[in-house]
């Protein structure tokens, strides 16, 4: 439920430090150049909020709601965005290291070009995305639904990928390692010995 409203103000290169908002509703702000350290967002609603070139640190955004929301050449580092969803959003070339994107839904998101690296992404929503081309290095996939995803061409170096279902989440000429590439055999139902 909802109790507080923001709606049209210019936040942008705005500092926002160690500062709580809980159950608030911020509709068409401009949050481009935002700074965020610490700050927490508890089931916050964000509507067709301005996120581009913004820097969020340690922040929490907690079973909060986006939509309609541009993270262009955002960065988020050590962030938490444990069970938040993500609608008609644009992700062009954002920035995620480290974190808890655990349990986030994001079905159908256009990830082309974002690099998630040491992100913990498990049990995420990821159905239909479009993220041929990103990069997820050394994150945690495990648990995600990935069903009719395209991870085309992406970089997952690291990753978990026992998730992942060949026959469902389209994976040409993504980047894997050795070891990663004897999972992929194995959800094949391949066996894999030594020479």
Not at 15 to 23: A, L, P, Q, Y
Request: proline letters at 1%; glycine letters at 10%.
């Amino acid at each position: 439920m909802i109790e507080h409203t923001v709606r049209g103000e210019d936040w942008y290169a705005r500092d926002i430090g160690r500062e709580t908002f809980s159950r608030t509703e911020f509709i068409d702000v401009d949050m481009t150049e935002a700074t965020t350290s610490g700050t927490v967002f508890e089931e916050c609603s964000f509507v067709n909020v301005k996120f581009n070139a913004s820097t969020h640190t340690d922040t929490a955004f907690v079973n909060c709601t986006f939509r309609g929301g541009n993270f262009f050449d955002a960065t988020f580092t050590r962030c938490k965005l444990t069970g938040s969803t993500f609608r008609d959003c644009s992700w062009d070339i954002v920035k995620v290291v480290g974190g808890n994107w655990g349990f986030v839904g994001m079905p159908g998101a256009r990830l082309q070009g974002a690099t998630f690296d040491g992100v913990t992404l498990r049990e995420a929503d990821l159905t239909s995305a479009r993220c041929s081309g990103a990069s997820f290095l050394s994150c945690d996939l495990s648990g995600a639904s990935l069903a009719k995803a395209d991870f085309d061409l992406a970089d997952l170096r690291g990753s978990d990928l026992s998730a992942f279902d060949p026959a469902t989440v389209s994976l040409r000429g993504a980047i894997i390692t050795e070891r990663q590439a004897v999972a992929i055999a194995a959800a094949f139902g391949l066996q894999v010995r030594e020479d």
